[in-house]
């Protein structure tokens, strides 16, 4: 029986927000609803990180998911004008394989978390052993190929998304010049 | 770390003083701006409501408190309701790491002027200005018009776009210091020169970039009046109005705040070890002369078309900002860093 | 019309059925049977180079069954203008449009369709334009009457029976002058969705697309709106940011001036004529002087002529530091360029109240003269002005003009080619910055302006800065006319005859104009020696710039529509009317 302290009350009411926001992600019928309740996950998501003594991943989490994209989600819904979804949707087969596959995690968790110590998942030193020192040091250290890999995708990707919107312009241009005639 | 109930008044009280500092500042700030543009436009500005117009902002406070709230017919209500209240947290709480002095000694106890001194306090910045786009987004979305919507997408794209200016503008403070605690880059600047003089581009940049973040003229698309009327807030009255007003002017001083402490020593001034409570009158001062700069640009320059705003800051800002962060790290490994 | 009739004259010798002179007493100009007016404005301006339509008008002879189109025809190389009229009768009042021909049509043909009556086969757009759609009738015919109507003329004689005043509105329960059409039921009314006008849009829209399927969204500028300059509309179809296509909306704060206008006495329209354009009344005393002493016959005298031009010339001043400004603000400088032009501007207009007894609304010109005499007090003020204008113009186009976002927004854009604008009947800053060399002071001189020593400003670009550089070189060149005009100003009356209330003006028409500070401002009046105007029109030089807006519009961003439009310099006063 663990001993009920401060951290652990303020644990479970985060980790309770973060489960009903997600669900609530899941269920709502409008999209911007959908994804300010992603955001609100992601954020306490990141709450949950700073207790356990990473800040730099919890802020990480907020910068780049809720901070960069999920506004360019809710850009995008917003611009396309989206937000409501319709009531029955007849993807069956999708919504049979995203059950199983729901099904497969959640067997997964449950075996692992059984099979093994819980307590051996948590990485127990708190403070400098995550801190940007030592995760600057390790990038440039032991995981230097992946992450020159990571990067190296990155960029392609970036150079892909400009070609992909380049080839609109010329196009674009001559249906210009006729407007003005 | 032991926590006593004195540690948790100590916070709260230090909370609530930094809460207290940025809505008066809010209400000050504003009443200073309408005197330096008055000065600027050769007119005298507010001067009814008290001696000197010191009054003001009451009034105005009064006057936005008795306003109708109006909530257009289609707006989706929720978000419109709560829009104002997220545009208006982040920035009051992005000043928290910010340190305001040097430690002082009341009583025997050794008291911090600063909140919260974490290790990647840069860091938060970042990330609490990167989701005070969201405010802005909603609350055009949620109106249901048409300059709104245009006003919350076009601070979307731009914010995005000045993010990264402004977060590499960061670097070059880090670089120097060796950490992202703001309370480690005033030491390094009480050891060396304050960094404007070391990284005069970056806070030339930083400066740029966060007039694009706090939607200030000539960058003030979003709310740009000639066009969009009033940009997202068009459909606000009343204290949800007064909740924009009030997010864009606390942001404008944190942005000051910030600034004046990565690039110009923040509470650092002479005679400090003499009297540790000048920290803050410094700190202030030096925040008062950004203010000034930011209204100096408002009463003077027109406004950059939203394409070339993007252009600027993807083409000219985000490259030079790049060339900084090279040149700084080059100029510390070649004559030594620290 | 001595060269004019010369062209003409070759041209009634071999189409003796197509022009006519125009021989009622008081009257002038050519006829042209309304069938061949098309045809006969298109041999005018390809054959004869009266490339410019500077006004299209009408008049209702009411009990006679004629309405008659009064064109004005002008070279953009200058000369007096030509008149064209047709007769057409009052039932069926059709004629073809000339938007084909001369696109500077297009607004004006839609105001006489709304208010007179007269079809226009032909027009693109043929829809009321300064009165609202479900308007009952054509105002300006003269068996109109409006509701509670009282008398033909002012001052209406049922206003004091027995020497009591009784206002019209305090017969009507309602407790204001408020009638509706026959039909119409202000409670069950929906405001109309303007489909109409939405759908004359979307076939230039039809043109942009380009397989690509985005969206384009209607946006309405106005009518409230912050940089509109009043109560002005825009619709503009907006692909992204970008302007597919714009159409301006007008007539909110339409009051059927002309219509007034022909009820009021002659000179009791003198104080009415500053309403129009609020920022320059004194030349709109001016054009409407100059038309009823065109009528009259008669002359101001010499010190009179030089009060005139030194009047118009502020008012050309005051105008164009007022168009800058705003100007600056349009492109989101915050007031600052507006206050230090406004500043200049305040010394002007104390001038005007020392002269006038008014600021703004000055009521200064009468028939033959002017009202007062300028004493030593007023010259030195005058002077003074004159001494400190040119040093501040130095520094407002110093602080200006080196901005680099100024240029950056201005520069290129919202271009109006020299063709355009002659085509779209635009006058004033806008056809100069265009390119054409063309000033009324010199190309069709009126009052003494044959005698001062100045240029007529022309910029090359069309573009938004080349209007605010050409409205600054106006302003100095304003300077150095004024200076002579003090120098010379002889001593003498300032009014011929003496100053009389009711004037008899005898039976004819005359068009009387000025150079305004926005364009050519004509007024063409007809009379039939009664005490009021049988016919009141105003040729509103910004009414008529309108018609470029929406091809400089075309293909640039929303931000730079309203820079744009701040850039014609409009005044909804006038626009509206």
Known sequence: MPVITLQLVIFITVAALAIASALGMLFSRNTVYSALLLVFNFTTVAFLYFMMGAPFIGLAQITVYAGAIMVLFLFVIMLLGTEQIARIEQLSAQSVAAVLLGLVIITEAVVVFLLRNPTSLVVTSGGDVVSVNEIGGLLYSQYLLPFEITSFILLVAVVGAIILTKQEKPAGKAVEGEVKK | MVIDSAMIWEWVIKSVAILIFCTAGFAYTTLYERKVLARMQVRWGPNRAGPRGILQPVADGIKLIFKEELIPAKADKLIFVIAPVITVIPALIITGVVPWGPDITIGG???????????????????????????????????NNKYATLGGLRSTAQMISYELALGLAFVGPILLAGSMSLQDIVAAQAKSVPFILLQPLGAVIYMIAVIAEVNRAPFDMPEAEQE??????????????????????????AVSTIGATLFLGGYLGPFLNVAPWLGPVYLIGKVAILLYGLIWLRATLPRIRYDRLMAFGWKVLFPLALLNVVLTAAGITLFGGK | MSDQSAVVGTVTEVFPDWFSPDSRPGYAGYIVPSERMREAAGYLKNRKHFDMLTSVTSADYFPEDRIEMVYHFRRSTGGEPLRIKCFLSRVESQIDSLVDVFPGAELQEREVWDLMGVRFTGHPDLRRILTWEGFAGHPLRKDWKEPFFEDEIKPYKSRWPEGKFIRAEEKNPLGD??????????????????????????????????????DTIIVNLGPQHPSTHGVFRMVARLDGETVVDLKPVMGYLHRNHEKIGERNTFLGNMPFTDRLDYICSMSNNFAYALAVEKLLNIAPPERAEYIRVIMAELTRIVNHLVANGFLMNDLGAFFTPVLYSLEEREFILDFFEAASGSRMMCNYYRFGGV???????????????????????????????????????????????????????????????????????RADPYSIYDRFDFDVCVRYHGDIYDRFMLRIDEIRQSIRILKQAVRDMPSGPVLTGKPQYQVRVPAGEAYGRVEGPKGELGFYLVSNGKTNPARYHVRAPTFINLTSLAGMSRGNKVADVVTILGSIDIVLGEVDR
């Open chain 3, 177 to 214: 002058n408020l009638c509706f059409p026959p039909g119409f039921d202000p409670e069950s009314w929906v405001p109309d969705k303007d489909e109409i006008l939405y759908k004359s849009m979307t076939r230039v829209a039809k043109a942009g697309e380009d397989g690509m399927d985005s």
């Open chain 2, 228 to 253: 969009l009327t009033a940009g997202y807030h068009t459909e606000y009255s009343g204290m949800k109005f007064a909740l924009f007003f009030m997010a864009e002017y606390i942001k404008m001083i």
């Open chain 3, 371 to 441: 009202v007062r005499d300028l004493d030593e007090n007023m010259m030195s003020m005058l002077k003074a002005i004159l001494e400190r204008l040119p040093r501040k113009m130095d520094e407002l186009e110093k602080y200006l003009i080196g901005s680099e976002i100024v240029r950056i927004r201005s520069e290129g854009v919202g271009i109006l080619t020299p063709e355009a604008a002659i085509a779209n009947s635009a006058t004033g800053p806008l056809l100069r910055a265009s390119g054409v060399p063309y000033d009324l002071r």
């Open chain 2, 109 to 143: 106890r050794t008291i911090h002027l600063y909140l919260a001194n974490i290790n990647v306090a840069v860091l938060y910045i970042m990330s609490i200005t990167s989701i005070s786009v969201y405010g802005i987004t909603l609350a055009g979305w949620s109106s």
